[in-house]
């Protein structure tokens, strides 16, 4: 993690609008402020290769985390990132956020004041919480000259976001995903959020409808679906005819929780079994429902056939994608209604020439065409997927079809230069529409 050196003290000041257009103008790029849950999270690669983009376009980044990250392996590409990180964590910065907010109450009581009323209007989880962290965002935005923040999920992150935009006057936007959005942010919160951002930014069409349905119509203009982007560079594509191995491995890569439908891909390999199929099933992820997927397989014989990996360094993962013959997530909606949006490992599979199978969960099916790009079964089917791995294990020139076209869809829609040019695009309108305004 980057070191951030102590800024000379300064009095606490409200933002002056026109320095930071001048300023802003200076360069042609804002100067923009992340903040994320934890800094670099494994499972969400998405945003660490939106942050490379977005820097590789000449932007300067400030990279802000709610707490550190618990991750037992490391990705390398974060050793790409420039921008310096500063964890809000009060845990970690109880002194630090007691200083900016006595700094922020002397200097500014009114905007203090008013924000804090603001908090309890929310029954959300932690609300107090966030609002001293945003008071050391807010004490670090003014020193450092930020001209904007752009949040990452919906829940905590958008609503220390918030707080910091009513302390400081800097606009924000932010990206809404799957869990965050579905699970843990109440109508009203994204209401609010959406109603005070310059801009709301999601990763499906389907989360942008769902949005849309949740706040005020006066808001729906800012929303913006702008897909996870890949760096395709790191994935190479190797045919499916190239692949030889013996027995044939059915890969897939998730996070071991319900919404990810894992229990019914063992189940599907309990039925391949029974059909007198030879493959193995490789695993790779963590997560609490490990104890009880690997009681599942001992209790289905399939010890021999499933194999889980554990989390892996992304550039190991890489390699797993160029020796595999199929990939198989067969999302559901979990019991409290968390979805996925599109699981960013569909796109490195189908990038790396792995005919995928999946449900039209959420926003799967803006990524895959069943019978175009993949094959599509019904969620909670284990009997379906079945029906479908078996196919495509009997089928080279089904599997050859599937990836090459699956290898076009992700380079038309999911390049990580062009997704990231049009997020740092809503950016700057909403940096436009300020200085509007404040004419």
Not at 174 to 189: C, G, I, N, Q, R
Request: glycine share 6%; aromatic share 8%.
């Amino acid at each position: 993690m980057a070191s951030r050196c102590a800024p000379k003290r300064r009095r606490f000041d409200w933002i002056d609008r026109e320095r930071y257009r001048v300023q802003q103008q200076s360069n042609g790029k804002p100067k923009v402020g992340y903040v994320v849950s934890a800094w670099p999270r494994l499972s969400e690669t998405f945003i660490l290769n939106e942050v490379i983009s977005v820097e590789r376009l000449g932007v300067r980044l400030r990279i802000f985390t709610m707490k550190q990250t618990e991750d037992k392996v490391a990705n390398s590409k974060a050793s790409e990132v420039h921008a310096p990180v500063t964890c809000l964590s009060t845990k970690h910065n109880f002194q630090a956020i007691g200083r900016s907010s006595v700094r922020l109450f002397l200097g500014q009581p009114i905007r203090f004041c008013q924000t804090a009323l603001r908090a309890l209007r929310y029954r959300q989880k932690g609300v107090f919480r966030c609002f001293f962290q945003a008071t050391y965002l807010a004490d670090l935005v003014v020193r450092e000259s930020l001209t904007h923040l752009h949040a990452h999920f919906a829940h905590d992150p958008t609503l220390v976001t918030m707080f910091a935009h009513h302390l400081t006057g800097v606009p924000y936007s932010f990206t809404a995903h799957a869990k965050d959005l579905y699970v843990k942010t109440s109508p009203e919160l994204l209401r609010a959020e959406a109603q005070t951002a310059g801009a709301v930014v999601t990763c499906t069409e389907y989360n942008r409808r769902y949005i849309a349905t949740q706040i005020e119509s006066a808001s729906n203009g800012k929303l913006h679906c702008i897909y996870h982007g890949l760096d395709l560079s790191q994935f190479k594509f190797c045919s499916p005819s190239a692949r030889d191995a013996q027995p044939p491995v059915i890969l897939s890569v998730a996070r071991l929780v319900e919404k990810k439908g894992l229990g019914d891909l063992i189940l599907a390999a309990y039925l391949l079994r029974k059909r007198g199929r030879c493959f193995r099933v490789e695993i790779v992820g963590d997560g609490p429902l490990r104890q009880s997927l690997e009681a599942q397989v001992g209790q289905l014989g399939l010890n021999d056939q499933v194999n889980f990996l554990g989390s892996l360094p992304h550039e190991r993962l890489c390699r797993l994608y160029q020796r595999v013959c199929l990939f198989a997530l067969p999302c559901v909606v979990a019991a409290n209604g968390d979805r996925d949006g599109i699981p960013n490992v569909l796109l490195e599979a189908m990038a790396s020439g792995v005919p995928v199978v999946s449900t039209p969960v959420s926003g799967i099916p803006e990524v895959i065409c069943s019978e175009v790009e993949g094959l599509l079964v019904p969620p909670n089917s284990p009997a379906r997927l079945a029906d479908a791995l078996n196919r495509l294990l009997e089928s080279p020139q089904l599997r050859e079809q599937l990836a090459l076209a699956a290898r076009a869809k992700i380079e038309t829609c999911f390049s990580i230069e062009k997704n990231s040019r049009q997020l740092l695009s809503v950016i700057q309108q909403v940096g436009a529409n300020e200085d509007t305004l404040s004419v």
